[in-house]
């Protein structure tokens, strides 16, 4: 079993900037590939970045130069910073894993951004 637990998400301005982060309970070296979705309101969920198994990370094409994921193995714990923030943006984001075959999914945190 693993635990996701995201945080980090709120209202912004358009613009602005906002970091989540998303903690695990066991080592995320055993966990991939792991990294974020998200769900616009009405819409279907959609892939934002994650770590490949092979530990390179990949990018919705929409968002690259404007999202970053990250890592700090230590913390057991993945971010997405989020730069330039745009009313397109909000959604809820999930926090996701794999480990052992077997999908791993957060609470999701709620990200609004305003115009």
């Known amino acids: 079993q693993v635990q996701l637990v995201e945080s980090g998400g709120g209202l912004v301005q358009a613009g602005g900037s906002l970091r989540l982060s998303c903690a695990a309970s066991?080592?995320?070296?055993?966990?991939?590939?792991m990294g974020w979705y998200r769900q616009p309101p009405g819409k279907q969920r959609e892939l934002v970045a994650h770590?490949?198994?092979?530990?390179?990370?990949n990018y919705a094409d929409s968002l690259k130069g404007r999202f970053t994921i990250s890592r700090d193995n230590a913390k057991n714990t993945v971010y997405l910073q989020m730069n330039s923030l745009k009313p397109e943006d909000t959604a809820v984001y999930y926090c996701?894993?794999?480990?052992?075959?077997?999908?791993?999914w957060g609470q999701g945190t709620q990200v609004t951004v305003s115009s």
């Open positions: 996701y894993g794999v480990r052992l075959g077997h999908d791993y």
């Open positions: 770590f490949t198994s092979g530990g390179s990370t």
């Open positions: 066991r080592n995320i070296f055993s966990i991939n590939p």
